[in-house]
């Protein structure tokens, strides 16, 4: 089992996945030749994934997608809405689209998207279940049951932990943007992002604290943040925080 997180935050989020031999890309929003070159990092050669996911169609995601089809033509596999609402359809090949709905197979890899809350047509995330697990749960307002579920038993976990609200709240974003952020379609705060981890029953072996602000958040207070509260409750998980300009890599787990 691999997993990178090539890029992750709001400039740009592409996160690669391999399990058993089956090669993904949850998302492309960074250029396609940051991608082939964070790709190249790993040993990964690009022209060899079997598929992209797309977790929902905000530029964020998906900004790299047309190049890359236009140089590789890699399936894409989304949900209907997100394939609707793509600002970029028209400039993608009908035929790369894969409409999917809760569950399907990729080379024997059970790929499951589960709904997220979040402003966008369709959002989801993604739970890779080979032998081993790996879950993506990103761009969410709110831990919900389905989510809970979904991230449960993950080997590895790639989790947003956005902002802090009262960094948020004090900060310089106009009030409506704010209002967007705390809602329940908006984006997932460290508190929150840390009581999910010790709502687990099964904990991951691996947590990438992902998709955080750069205004309202830092890494140093996100990693603080989260590790105190499972201090407190005596859960020890492995925390890495993902970044938006470099990549953070996990190449196996017993």
């Known amino acids: 089992m691999q997993v990178s997180v090539l890029a992750s935050g709001s400039r740009g989020n592409a996160v690669y996945v391999e399990i058993d031999g ?6 492309a929003g960074i250029s396609a030749t940051k991608i082939k070159k964070g790709l190249q990092a790993q040993g990964v050669d690009i022209a060899t994934l079997d598929g992209i996911l797309i977790t929902h169609e905000h530029r964020d995601h998906i900004a790299g997608l047309v190049t890359l089809e236009k140089w590789y033509h890699l399936p894409i596999f989304t949900r209907p809405g997100t394939i609707a609402n793509m600002s970029i359809r028209s400039a993608l090949p009908a035929d790369c689209f894969n409409p999917i709905g809760e569950s399907f197979k990729l080379n024997g890899l059970q790929v499951e998207s589960f709904n997220i809350p979040h402003d966008a047509a369709e959002p989801v995330g993604f739970r890779l279940q080979g032998s081993k697990c790996c879950t993506l749960a990103t761009d969410l ?4 049951a389905n989510v809970q579920a979904a991230i449960e038993g993950a ?17 310089s974003y106009p009030w409506g943007l704010k209002r967007r952020i705390l809602s329940n379609r908006g984006h997932l705060a460290n508190t929150d992002a840390a009581w999910a981890l010790v709502r687990m029953k099964k904990r991951p072996q691996k947590v990438f604290l992902a998709h955080l602000s750069e205004e309202n958040n830092c890494p140093e207070l996100a990693e603080k943040t989260v590790q105190e509260i499972l201090t407190s409750q005596d859960v020890n998980i492995d925390l890495t925080v993902a970044r938006q300009y470099e990549a953070v890599n996990l190449h196996g787990i017993n």
């Open 155 to 171: 080997d590895v976990l790639v989790l947003e932990s956005n902002h802090d609200p009262d960094v948020l709240k004090k900060g």
């Open 22 to 27: 089956t090669r993904l890309l949850i998302d």
């Open 141 to 144: 307002g709110f831990v919900t």
